[in-house]
Nanobody, 121 residues
């Protein structure tokens, strides 16, 4: 059964764009907060962006102005539009959902399996 299923990752050159999608089961999509995290090899998982049920958003400094988080309520889907990609954006990207808009991965009740993004220079 689908809980959180990410897609849209791939390999692009620096400066390119990708759009990640995260389809959520209906009961999860109703969570107060959903977000994207990422983890590069040999690095800790880090926050990317979160969006509240009221549509409020917050971004990590490293992606501000380049990434946009959004939701499509009709499709129970969370998106992450990534523009002007850099090699340092290379990571496994995960979506998460939970009761609080926290920057802490462990707080989220539901977490996806991830989709790989690779940016070459």
């Amino acid at each position: 059964q689908v809980q959180l299923l990410e897609s849209g990752g791939g390999s692009v050159q620096a400066g390119g764009s990708l759009r990640l999608s995260c389809v959520a089961s209906a009961y999860i999509y109703g969570s107060r907060c959903m977000g994207w995290f990422r983890q590069a090899p040999q690095k800790e998982r880090e926050r990317v962006a979160v969006i509240g049920s009221d549509g409020s958003t917050s971004y990590a400094e490293a992606v501000k102005g380049r990434f946009t988080i959004s939701k499509d309520n009709a499709k129970n889907t969370l998106y992450l539009q990534m523009n002007s990609l850099k090699p340092e954006d290379t990571a496994m990207y995960y979506c998460a959902a939970g009761s609080f808009c926290s920057w802490s991965w462990s707080i989220y009740n539901y977490r996806g399996q991830g989709t790989q993004v690779t940016v070459s220079s």
